[in-house]
């Protein structure tokens, strides 16, 4: 060792060039510094000052260490580190149901490619209930989340019920942390449903593409009319008659919104949301049938998601707190120390381990998007059924075994060396799609580019550090 080299020690760290005169670092605790490209030559080459700021910053962030105190550097790092994988311990939180594939919409990009509402083989039943709700309850996580989902699970609404109330009086004997969410379009709800939703305290998801001109665009009803006015109607009834607002929604970004997300941001205020998910188009179902007609480059998104960002941005600076959903979860991965438990976004690949989804028959996918492939024809990943399979065989079993082993970033070609590693997670299920490997190919992955170019957006208003945009940032990432 000469002696320069004996000066200090420098830490794991991913890197790239982030402009021409900055270089960015991030380490496996998501400690993240910008340091100009003369400076990180004299890092990597053992000429910085430690009587620097730039040194005492660096160490403060366990990028580099004193040899004296690589011990003390290595525990901290662990210890960060530890906090990011904690969702490894809640295995698993999110039990999604699909209570019928029926759907009283039909919508261009339904992922799921529902079926008519005469179509009630496509229900679950309240014995399959019962039963995927024994095996929720199997989970060794203290925090469970149901969420009801379709089609249109209202149209199925005495399964919902029997399966809140069997869930509640087995929660009696197991005092877990139980949520509940309905994931639905709203057009079917009436006072005695918004009753029970009330008197359960379950949550509400839906959906929202803009004003009537962009909702109906591609959320039309399944007799080809506006879904629109009928959907303003139950959403101001369920909010007069809630007394929590706990309804929130979702966008999907179309050709035909996409240049005019602010017009979307808008509609979102006018209607008193707080906030919105700014979401891109999934290639499954008709969303993939109708790439042609509904679809876009990925770059496209990516642009339009910055101008959208900066325009919520300005908002905020105005005195109106709204919030980017999507911003403050990936502001949280790299602000914060915390892990996030989004099922989408982890290492190895949540999909299984912090979420799973129970099929109207019983049959069970790790992923959503692992469903809606079994849909067009794909059962890949199906990992067994309520009735057929026990729970340690479902669980432990071979799919699960292939996700975990084949989803951690740390292995995985064109992840390991990404400098945004730490703030990433895996999509095995569309890696498959799109390759037929659940390891997947990243120069040509959409989520790869899609994630790749949030994150410069999000790391260079970072960098610029401008007062009033981290505020905005701040603020979100405490709501």
């Not at 011990?71 to 969702?87: A, M, N």
């Not at 989004?342 to 690949?349: A, C, E, H, W, Y």
């Not at 009735?387 to 669980?395: E, N, P, T």
């Not at 990433?424 to 569309?430: E, K, M, T, V």
Request: with cysteine.
């Amino acid at each position: 060792m000469n002696e320069n080299k004996s000066k200090y020690i420098v830490m794991p760290f991913n890197f790239k060039l982030f402009d021409n005169e900055h270089v960015l670092l991030v380490n496996d605790a998501g400690d993240y510094y910008f340091l100009k490209t003369s400076d990180f030559d004299n890092l990597i080459n053992y000429k910085l000052d430690k009587r620097s700021a730039i040194y005492q910053d660096l160490n403060s962030r366990q990028l580099v260490s004193d040899y004296n105190d690589i011990d003390l550097s290595i525990e901290l790092l662990s210890t960060k580190y530890r906090s990011i994988k904690s969702f490894l311990r809640n295995f698993t939180s999110l039990h999604m149901m699909v209570i019928t594939l029926r759907c009283n919409h039909k919508c261009r990009y339904c992922q799921v490619t529902s079926e008519v509402e005469e179509a009630y083989k496509y229900d679950m039943s309240p014995e399959t209930a019962r039963r995927v709700v024994d095996y929720i309850f199997y989970s060794p996580s203290q925090n469970i989340k149901i969420e009801f989902q379709g089609g249109e699970p209202l149209l199925n609404w005495s399964t919902i019920v029997s399966t809140v109330d069997y869930a509640e009086v087995l929660n009696k004997k197991y005092k877990k942390n139980l949520e509940f969410v309905i994931c639905t379009n709203l057009t079917l709800l009436d006072e005695e449903k918004i009753n029970f939703i009330n008197n359960h305290n379950i949550a509400i998801s839906t959906s929202l593409d803009g004003n009537k001109f962009l909702h109906d665009k591609n959320r039309i009803l399944r007799n080809g009319k506006s879904s629109y006015d009928l959907f303003i109607e139950k959403l101001e009834l369920a909010r007069k008659m809630l007394t929590r607002n706990r309804i929130s929604a979702l966008m999907t970004t179309t050709i035909d919104n996409i240049d005019k997300l602010n017009i979307v941001i808008d509609e979102y205020i006018k209607l008193g949301f707080d906030g919105i998910f700014l979401r891109a188009l999934n290639p499954y179902g008709l969303a993939s049938k109708y790439v042609n007609d509904i679809g876009y480059p990925i770059e496209k998104f990516i642009s339009a998601f910055e101008e959208a960002l900066n325009y919520i941005i300005e908002i905020n600076i105005k005195g109106k707190r709204f919030i980017e959903y999507y911003t403050a979860l990936l502001l949280k991965r790299i602000l914060t120390p915390f892990g996030t438990g989004f099922v989408d976004l982890q290492s190895p690949s949540g999909a299984g381990i912090a979420g799973v989804i129970y099929d109207f028959n019983g049959d069970i996918y790790p992923a959503d998007e692992a469903r809606m492939l079994a849909r067009m024809g794909d059962k890949h990943f199906l990992m067994g059924n309520v009735f057929k399979d026990k729970y340690i065989d479902i669980f432990n079993g071979e799919v699960i075994s292939d996700i975990v082993k084949k989803s951690c970033l740390d292995a995985m070609p064109g992840c390991a060396t990404c400098v945004y590693k730490t703030y990433c997670g895996a999509d095995p299920i569309r890696n498959y799609l799109e390759t037929k490997d659940i390891v997947g190919h990243r120069p040509s992955s959409n989520f790869c580019k899609k994630h790749m170019g949030l994150f410069d957006i999000i790391l260079n208003k970072l960098k610029n550090n401008k007062e009033e945009e981290m505020n905005v940032f701040w603020s979100w990432i405490s709501y």
